[in-house]
T-cell receptor, first 116, second 114 residues
Framework: AQTVTQSQPEMSVQEAETVTLSCTYDTSESNYYLFWYKQPPSRQMILVIRQEAYKQQNATENRFSVNFQKAAKSFSLKISDSQLGDTAMYFCAFILPQGGSEKLVFGKGTKLTVNP | EAGVAQSPRYKIIEKRQSVAFWCNPISGHATLYWYQQILGQGPKLLIQFQNNGVVDDSQLPKDRFSAERLKGVDSTLKIQPAKLEDSAVYLC????????????FGSGTRLTVV
């Protein structure tokens, strides 16, 4: 079974600084998809960034970027120039192609607080 | 485009009562998911539909939970009878088949069982 581990239950950062959230996952497959989702207090899960395992280039979305280390099964999220609105729970998630029964598997999350 | 709609936003019931949640996915998304998120944890998949057929309900407590997706669009999730441990946020999400471009989530229903 696929598992996703986020080892940092809580983190904090000062506004305008950079923070990195860690994620590791476990699979024996070579083709899969990784995601970071943000869940603010409003509860809605918002897709932050997506990475396809067969692509070596790390994904970037504005202030958000990932460090994808396939051999180490590591997928960390870097947030640059942190803003107060980045305060939220962040979940790392994983999909393994399974011929129609794919499902998103989540880690337990990291609570990020951006301090003014 | 309109997002995934869920209702109600909050619900408080007594144990052993029944409750139902509703979800309207994004138009064109064939796959619909119900997740349960207990406080402090990541979401856990309860059931996955492809159009109006069930793909995966292995984590659904079938003695008390049921779900349907009529006509392959809207879906309802029901709990009967509710237990204290069912207190959680119930998230509905939809995607194109496979979900490889990510899911779109609704705002969830926070259920409190007292």
């Amino acid at each position: 079974a696929q598992t996703v581990t986020q080892s940092q239950p809580e983190m904090s950062v000062q506004e305008a600084e950079t923070v990195t959230l860690s994620c590791t996952y476990d699979t024996s497959e070579s083709n899969y998809y990784l995601f970071w989702y943000k869940q603010p207090p409003s509860r809605q899960m918002i897709l932050v960034i997506r990475q396809e395992a067969y692509k070596q280039q790390n994904a970037t979305e504005n202030r958000f970027s990932v460090n994808f280390q396939k051999a180490a099964k590591s997928f960390s999220l870097k947030i640059s120039d942190s803003q107060l609105g980045d305060t939220a729970m962040y979940f790392c998630a994983f999909i393994l192609p399974q011929g129609g029964s794919e499902k998103l598997v989540f880690g337990k999350g990291t609570k990020l607080t951006v301090n003014p | 485009e309109a997002g995934v709609a869920q209702s109600p936003r909050y619900k408080i019931i007594e144990k052993r009562q029944s409750v139902a949640f509703w979800c309207n996915p994004i138009s064109g998304h064939a796959t619909l998911y119900w997740y349960q998120q207990i406080l402090g944890q990541g979401p856990k998949l309860l059931i996955q539909f492809q159009n109006n057929g069930v793909v995966d309900d292995s984590q659904l407590p079938k003695d008390r939970f049921s779900a349907e997706r009529l006509k392959g669009v809207d879906s309802t999730l029901k709990i009967q009878p509710a237990k204290l441990e069912d207190s959680a946020v119930y998230l509905c999400a939809s995607s194109f088949p496979g979900g490889f471009y990510g899911y779109t989530f609704g705002s969830g229903t926070r259920l409190t069982v007292v």
